[in-house]
């Protein structure tokens, strides 16, 4: 199975700054999601990509998806100290039962006060 | 929102017990949920994926005999970790796809921080 990568690995910004988290795959897909994980604490979905889009919005996150790259970049501007915790992509890609994702390894991201 | 819980948050067994964790959807339906299995500073490891009221489909490398995973309802997927030994301490993390969702969107549980002594 697939894997994303996401650099860097760990990122430590101060607040108020913006954060850039990219993410790579190696297989065509269907869709790309984002989900951030708290410290010893299950995931929350961000926002999710499809293949045919290019970029989407929400809130303070950007996130950019390019197919021919099979690549894509998370933004958050305006970073808060809440903001700390680790991201992680997630692809999930044609052929692939039950609508199973692949995770990559996640960024950790250190917003400092 | 939807979600899901995972019982218990932390559980602490001795080496050759069994242990269940239960993961529920408590707003909506699942005919699928996942498990994950989370080494510390780690990304999640797809272990199976179980289907209410079928056999659980298990990832390449995961012993089925030793992680039983039942679907019983629409609601509840439980993993047990029979015969638990030390390698086995880990944060195993359940999800759930909306049955009524178009989506790919998983929903995660708090996740279960098992150890093995």
């Known amino acids: 199975s697939q894997q994303g990568e996401e650099d860097p690995q760990a990122l430590s910004i101060q607040e108020g700054e913006n954060a850039t988290m990219n993410c790579s795959y190696k297989?065509?897909?269907?869709?790309l999601q984002w989900y951030r994980q708290n410290s010893g604490r299950g995931l929350v979905h961000l926002i999710l990509i499809r293949s045919n889009e290019r970029e989407k919005h929400s809130g303070r996150l950007r996130v950019t998806l390019d197919t021919s790259k099979k690549s894509s970049s998370l933004l958050i501007t305006a970073s808060r100290a809440a903001d700390t915790a680790s991201y992680f992509c997630a692809t999930d890609f044609p052929g692939a039962g039950s609508y199973q994702l692949t995770f990559g390894k996640g960024t950790k991201l250190s917003v400092i006060p | 929102g939807a979600v899901v819980s995972q019982h218990p948050s932390r559980v602490i067994c001795k080496s050759g017990t069994s242990v269940k964790i239960e993961c529920r959807s408590l707003?909506?339906?699942?005919?699928?949920m996942f498990w994950y299995r989370q080494f510390p500073k780690k990304s999640l490891m797809l272990m199976a994926t179980s289907n209410e009221g079928s056999k659980a489909t298990y990832e390449q490398g995961v012993e089925k005999d030793k992680f039983l995973i039942n679907h019983a309802s629409l609601t509840l997927s439980t993993l047990t970790v029979t015969s638990a030994h030390p390698e086995d301490s880990s944060f195993y993390i359940c999800?759930?796809?909306?049955?009524?969702?178009?989506?790919?969107?998983?929903?995660f549980g708090p996740g279960t921080r098992l150890t093995v002594t």
């Open positions: 297989t065509s897909i269907n869709n």
């Open positions: 999800s759930a796809r909306d049955i009524g969702a178009l989506s790919y969107e998983q929903y």
């Open positions: 707003d909506f339906q699942a005919t699928t």
